[in-house]
């Protein structure tokens, strides 16, 4: 017998009710009891919906009003001193957000998603106390629906591994005192019903990390298990394979093991170790992070092979991961190509495909409805290997043929004639590419969408912006200028928009942070870029300055990263089609007479996989697709790039050959402690470190600019070395903006007359 599970469900709403909701709570228009109503209906409906679907396993717990690593802090009552003057949701969201007294807690990036949860502080003098409210008000609030629940929690080894300390004290010499919390709670847990599944997220057991924390399981899961009998206990794992962390969970008296066979095909090497065991498996078998549809059939022979492996033992199927990490439904999806939309398999419609795997598993009947779901599968299948709007021989051939690779002449070479041509002195200055995201601005591109005002009145207005920050930029004495991005509305979705092979949804949204959803754009087939994408608007630009006008592009591996990718082609060759896009955007620039372009690779480390034993594959395929996008540069014209982030220590040479001339990055938080790395590899090219930090309204004075940037060249030598932000000026209004680069031109002038 197959059983189908859910490991957790999206909580944001399918049209961001509870975003929303929360927004409005947050700014006092509404009260808490209109946002405790619309959880408790968005918690209704999400059990309904996997109710209805036939799944044997829901969970409850798996709502949360902001994250869930973030309630785990609040149950285990590990509250840092700076709000523990607070209580209730008034707490639990000043730790979230911060407020006027204390700043927010951290916040990170949850494995290899784009999902963030707040990092958990801990010092020596931390205490825990077990406040298990909402965890039992959820189990009881679904049980009232009909629904009888597992109950999600997130591991204690998980929540500890991801901990930081603040004083330097070891996290895991806590653990005894918040397994007490735990065997507190699940005695609690265990007067609920005659029979409890609880799931213990673990998912650092996926990372290298966790591969050094084995040695804790047994120590954990014992006591964890031995609480009490009718609690069953699933030790679940997502994103990756936890090889090592089987070999010890299947020692202790854990009920059920999750693995991930999609993300984790490894797993399957623990097939025949979990047949011979007690332990029950529940197999994650539909992408959870990803929107195509799955092939029904091909799903079907996985979990025969699954079956087999484990000896024909029962087990239980669902998704790889949580179904947080994919857009809800495509329900509201209307204006999406009827054939790319028939492909797709959001959240919900994910749930039918599990259950109907389940059923034709178990060599049971289909419902009328689950019947006509599996044509559909079948038809989609067939639609896509086939498809004229996926398949494009044109650009696969021109892949297949491609000969060269990288730039001609080698950076030392290209340098010494960029200099010459570009003429810039010592500690040349420039921005990062866009200037403040007006109301206007914003105002002003809706409306184009939207059709309500026409192509002139929307140049002319783009232009208008264009020529401000021309002018502010010349008058102010910036060296490279940028045109400002004002036609933008985000980075991949502006190119995303031009490239054929992509898609946008209207609804597709997934959470992010606390109440803020992305909405990534769908690469579904061969993508080319049949017309220029950004040459009009930087050559206005560079018309109307003496100046050198930078052009701004984003780079082939943070359009991938930050888009739902097709399932059908390896990586690597989707990857090369999207650098032949930047490739030919590069060419027509330089055409065009643009002398300087930025590509900029936000997203280049976040797809860093989670296993070292991956990581030389990815960053051998992330150089290669950068270094193929910028290869039709001539040598004269300098590209930079950029990079949100500061630390570089492990990647350094990595980085080194992207081989970009120049690259701008964000150490203004960290002063020149993180550049000392630039140079203790001897790093060639040049770099801009960001001299003041822009997620900050504060203007700098001229003073700390030039002490920053003197502290800059203790490390480096002025002849490598840009100044700038450390990051794009959007989020900052121009009342900001203006003195600060004031501040940084001028300090500039002092520094280079000293
Ligand atoms: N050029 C982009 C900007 O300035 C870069 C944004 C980013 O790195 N996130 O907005
Ligand atoms: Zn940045």
């Known amino acids: ?12 709403g399918e049209q961001r009710e509870l975003k929303k909701v929360l927004e409005n709570y947050w700014s006092g228009k509404v009260e808490k009891s209109e946002l405790l109503a619309v959880a408790t209906e968005l918690k209704a409906r999400h059990w309904a919906y996997q109710k209805d679907a036939g799944i044997d396993i829901i969970s409850s717990n798996d709502f949360s009003f902001y994250d869930l690593i973030l309630d785990t802090i609040f149950a285990l009552g590990v509250i840092p001193f700076r709000f523990k003057n607070l209580n209730g949701l008034e707490q639990y969201f000043a730790m979230a957000r911060g407020n006027k007294s204390a700043v927010a807690m951290e916040m990170t990036k949850w494995f290899n998603t784009n999902y963030h949860y707040i990092v958990p502080e801990i010092n020596k003098t931390s205490t825990f106390k077990l406040n298990a409210e909402k965890i039992i008000a959820e ?26 300390t603040t004083d330097g004290s070891c996290a895991f010499c806590h653990l005894d005192e918040i397994l007490a919390s735990y065997e507190e709670l699940l005695k609690e847990i265990s ?35 031995s609480v009490a009998s009718n609690v069953k206990i699933i030790f679940m794992t997502y994103f990756e394979h936890a090889l090592k962390a089987v070999d010890e969970v299947l020692k202790t008296k854990i009920y059920g093991l999750g693995l991930d066979f999609i993300h984790g095909e490894k797993n399957k090497e623990a097939l025949a170790k979990i047949a011979a065991s007690n332990v029950v498996l529940l197999a994650g078998i539909i992408d959870g992070r990803n929107v195509w549809k799955s092939d029904i059939d091909k799903k079907l022979a996985l979990v025969k092979e699954i079956s087999s492996a484990l000896g024909g033992k ?57 019947a006509e779901i599996y044509a559909a599968n079948k038809a989609s299948a067939n639609s896509r290997a086939t498809s004229k709007l996926i398949h494009d021989e044109a650009v696969a051939n021109r892949v297949k043929n491609l000969s060269k690779f990288e730039r001609d002449t080698v950076y030392e070479k290209r340098i010494k004639i960029q200099k010459e041509a570009l003429n810039y002195g010592i500690l040349p200055t420039t921005t990062i590419g866009s200037f403040p995201q007006t109301p206007e601005l914003r105002q002003v591109r809706n409306a184009f969408k939207k059709g309500l005002i026409s192509k002139e009145a929307y140049e002319a207005d783009i232009k208008a912006y264009i020529d401000d920050c021309v002018k502010f930029q010349e008058d102010v004495g910036l060296d490279v ?39 990534p754009p769908l690469l579904f087939g061969d993508v080319s870029r049949p017309k220029p994408m950004t040459v009009d608007w930087i050559s206005y630009a560079q018309s109307k300055t003496k100046k050198i006008m930078k052009g701004m592009l984003t780079g082939p591996v943070t359009i991938l990263n930050w888009s739902f990718v097709r399932d059908d082609k390896p990586r690597s060759e989707i990857a090369k ?25 936000a997203a280049f480390k976040e797809g860093y996989p989670l296993r070292a034993e991956n990581i030389p594959a990815y960053e051998k395929f992330a150089v290669d697709c950068f270094k193929l996008s910028v290869s039709s540069a001539s040598a004269k014209t ?33 002063g020149n402690e993180l550049l000392k790395i630039f140079k203790s590899v001897g790093y060639k090219q040049e770099v801009g470190p960001g001299v003041y930090d822009i997620h900050s309204p504060r203007v700098p004075e001229v003073d700390e600019i ?29 009342d900001e903006v203006r003195p600060s680069l004031k501040n940084m031109v001028e300090a500039v002038k002092i520094v280079r007359n000293s």
């Open 481 to 519: 200028l940028v045109h400002g991005e004002p036609e933008r509305n985000d980075m991949v979705e502006y190119f995303g928009e031009q490239i054929k092979g992509y898609a946008f949804s209207q609804n597709g949204w997934v959470q992010s942070y606390g109440s803020r959803c992305v909405k």
């Open 1 to 12: 017998m197959i059983k189908s599970y859910i490991t957790g469900f999206a909580r944001i």
């Open 314 to 370: 029962d087990f239980a199927i669902g998704p790889s991961c949580s179904l947080l990490h994919v857009p809800y439904t495509l329900k509201y999806e209307e204006k999406l190509n009827p054939e790319i939309k028939s492909w797709l398999s959001f959240g919900v419609e994910k749930l039918d495909e599990i259950a109907i795997i389940a059923t034709l598993a178990n060599n049971k009947e289909l419902s009328a409805k689950q």
């Open 638 to 670: 300098q590209i930079h790039t950029h990079m949100c982030y500061s630390e570089f220590n492990d990647i350094i040479k990595t980085i080194e050959a992207m081989d970009a001339d120049v690259i701008s990055i964000e150490t203004a938080r960290s």
């Open 706 to 734: 030039v002490g920053q940037i003197r502290a800059l060249l203790e490390v480096l030598p002025k002849e490598q070395l840009w100044i700038n932000p450390d990051c794009g000026l959007k989020t900052r209004k121009w």
């Open 577 to 601: 089609q999207l650098a032949l896009c930047i490739y030919d955007e590069i060419a027509d620039l330089e055409n065009a007479g643009i002398k300087i372009i930025q590509v900029d690779e």
């Open 139 to 164: 189990y009881n609030e679904a049980k009232s629906q009909g629904v009888k629940t597992k109950i999600n929690l997130i591991g204690p080894i998980t929540f500890l591994a991801l901990s930081k």
């Open 191 to 225: 007067k609920l019903d005659d029979e409890i599944l609880v799931q213990f997220d673990e998912p650092i057991f996926v990372t290298d990390k966790g591969d050094k924390l084995t040695s804790e399981i047994s120590k954990v899961y014992d006591r964890l298990t």
